[in-house]
């Protein structure tokens, strides 16, 4: 595969290299298999396709990434983050729902086997019985590994490790006023990672609107918690786009770096393309994102909303990986790791 040197960020990544510890980051494996659905009658031709898509991608190909992702947490991390969509879901009936959220619990488990903290998606809550599953299986284990439990049947949690700040967002149920209390509490914590299924900044152009609080009528809610979490120069992790994503936006309060990583590859290989490479104009211009702005659809308004905004933008569309964050004293670099490497294509510094 041809290596992406991303603005010279890899040797300067390369030159710092120490760092106080490690993270490894997943995101949208949809664990699926056979035994784990059933037909319904209510199902239209796109549902059966869809989990005939998913089904094949676990035949081999994600089984594998997560081996390689095994290895290298096992190189050294303290922990494995999973940015939800764990589970495909849509499995028939309640049963068979829980015996998915079980398994795939189950298999990250014994997969990394070291501390694994996984966000609520939304296909953990695609029906009643999704919901449901979730609730049983996957909230109990949530609240034991976050060490905090949820009164208001939020998936909502934050933990300290190691000096730095770690807020688990319930992008379904969102709740602004946990943050600013989550954010007083620690306010001498050295770095802060948000992490959320849904991105906090819109950074998708081919897709339906994506981004925490992505209505029109949600947009104050949105601007709020950017304020929020820029004032503290967070990194926000997330997944939900299928893609490989980095971004840089700055705005009054300050600056937010997010990463969106997707881990499901296909069965062959795919080789990631850079789409848009460079700095906040080239993603303006984009053929793409200039045509969705001109637009009035919601997705148009929710690009608009941010132009100006981001200063750099990676995008490796729908090439699968994983993320290896390192966190040192004063900085926090992003490896990207593809499909089939084993070492990262590209690394970004998310702080300063």
Not at 279 to 288: L, S, T, Y
Request: with cysteine; aromatic share 12%; glycine share 6%.
């Amino acid at each position: 595969m041809k290596r992406v040197v991303m603005c010279s960020m890899i040797a300067v990544a390369t030159a710092c290299c120490g760092s106080d510890y490690e993270f490894l980051v997943v995101g949208d494996t949809h664990y699926d298999s056979t035994d784990t659905w059933c037909e319904s009658a209510a199902w239209h031709k796109s549902q059966l396709n869809s989990h005939a898509w998913n089904l094949k991608r676990w035949e081999r190909a994600i089984p594998n990434l997560l081996q390689e992702a095994g290895q290298r947490a096992a190189e050294g991390v303290d922990f494995v983050a999973h940015m939800g969509d764990m589970i495909f879901g849509e499995c028939g009936d309640a049963d068979l729902h829980e015996k998915a959220a079980r398994d795939g619990l189950a298999m990250m488990v014994d997969t990394f086997k070291m501390p694994f903290y996984v966000v609520k998606g939304n296909h953990e809550a695609r029906n009643k019985f999704a919901r449901d599953a979730f609730n049983k299986v996957v909230r109990p284990y949530q609240e034991k590994t976050w060490g905090h439990v949820s009164s208001d049947g939020k998936a909502n949690y934050a933990m300290m490790h190691k000096g730095d700040l770690y807020i688990c967002f319930d992008f379904l149920e969102p709740d602004i006023e946990f943050v600013e209390k989550t954010l007083l509490a620690y306010p001498t914590a050295r770095h802060l990672f948000f992490l959320s299924h849904s991105p906090l900044i819109p950074c998708t152009f081919n897709a339906a609107p994506a981004a925490i609080f992505d209505k029109p009528k949600e947009f104050e809610k949105r601007r709020k918690l950017i304020d929020l979490l820029a004032s503290r120069s967070a990194v926000v992790l997330c997944g939900h786009l299928h893609r490989s994503i980095f971004l840089r936006y700055q705005c009054e309060a300050g600056v937010v770096t997010q990463v969106c990583i997707y881990s499901m590859p296909a069965e062959e290989k795919p080789l990631p393309v850079n789409r848009i490479d460079g700095d906040g104009k080239m993603f303006i211009e984009h053929k793409e994102v200039a045509k969705a702005i001109a637009g009035e659809s919601p997705q148009a308004k929710l690009l608009k909303e941010i132009l100006g905004g981001i200063e750099t933008c990676s995008d490796f569309g729908a090439a699968a990986g994983y993320v290896v964050m390192r966190r040192g004293t004063d900085e926090v670099w992003a490896d990207f790791y593809f499909y089939g490497d084993n070492k990262p294509l590209a690394s970004f510094a998310m702080r300063p």
